[in-house]
């Protein structure tokens, strides 16, 4: 086994997310080949291969047009932890967003936490992962269930809450065979729904009001079918509670972190649901 010093980070490139697919199932994490092409494409995606050209390690910087830029996707196979290849490309990640004149992002778990503050990370807000099961219906009648027409509103609101644009990302989402857009009367909310791996990714939720978002996360509720995952950031207890009646449990729990930051961006109070830990 060569040391890990020896090993060299490479940029990954389309061909190579069949082969990132297999870390992240490796986790057991929700990510598909989709998603790790939505990382290839829209940033830099940063690997490490062994002696034998088997990727062992990933990590993935995802720029974010303006203010920030997300890091995720940092995975190594259980073989080769322990062995300072995910602080390697975490630190290269970082390196390549500052570059950009943005402030790098994460989700971290509690574990990961204590790491990310030693490399200079701060905590920005908390956030719960639910589970649930959805058995499918139709959505409130003035909630429009449209994916084909309102990307331009569901980026405008995303970008709004967030702090900055992703509308690639966004777009690839609605793309998927299966993803569902809810959009508020007027505009003012929406909730996004899509495949994932191992269960329905409930989020992005925007809205304006607790009420919209509960009326938008009911239409969600009752139309998907199957196991759905949704990433609540802890302020929005009513999305909790909800959740909770609709037998949906606590799952774990991540923190968002920023480098040396902790001014918030965007307009929180308005985010209900997050895309996913590895999206933001």
């Given amino acids: 086994m060569a040391p890990s010093e020896d090993l060299a980070i490479v940029p990954l490139a389309g061909a190579d997310a069949e082969a990132c697919l297999a870390l992240s199932d490796e986790a057991g994490w929700n990510q598909t080949q989709d998603d790790w092409r939505l990382f290839i494409e829209n940033g830099r995606t940063f690997g490490i291969r062994d002696a034998e050209t088997r990727l062992v390690a990933t990590a993935a910087a995802l720029p974010y047009e303006e203010n920030f830029g997300f890091i995720s996707m940092v995975l190594v196979t259980s073989a080769r932890r322990r062995e300072g290849l995910a602080t390697r490309l975490v630190d290269l990640s ?49 909630i429009k269930d449209d994916k084909s027409s309102d990307l331009t509103t569901v980026v405008a609101l995303d970008a709004e809450a967030l702090g900055a644009p992703r509308g690639a990302i966004l777009a690839g989402f609605l793309d998927r065979a299966g993803s569902r857009a809810f959009v508020s009367p007027g505009g003012t909310g ?91």
């Fill in 94 to 142: 970082i390196d390549h967003l500052r570059g950009q004149r943005l402030v790098p992002v994460l989700d971290a778990t509690p574990t990961g936490e204590t790491v990310y503050a030693k490399q200079g990370f701060r905590s920005l807000f908390s956030i719960e992962r639910w589970q649930g099961r959805s058995e499918g219906g139709s959505a409130a009648s003035d």
């Fill in 190 to 280: 929406f909730a996004l729904i899509r495949a994932g791996r191992k269960a329905l990714q409930l989020g992005p939720i925007v809205a304006g009001s607790v009420a919209e978002a509960l009326k938008l996360l009911g239409s969600v509720l009752t139309a998907a079918r199957g196991t759905v995952f949704i990433d609540v950031p802890v302020r929005q207890r009513d999305i909790g509670e909800m959740l909770a009646r609709h037998g949906f449990t606590r799952q774990r729990s991540f923190s968002r972190m920023a480098y040396g930051s902790t001014m918030p961006f965007g307009k929180p109070e308005r985010l209900f649901a997050v895309a996913g830990p590895e999206f933001g």
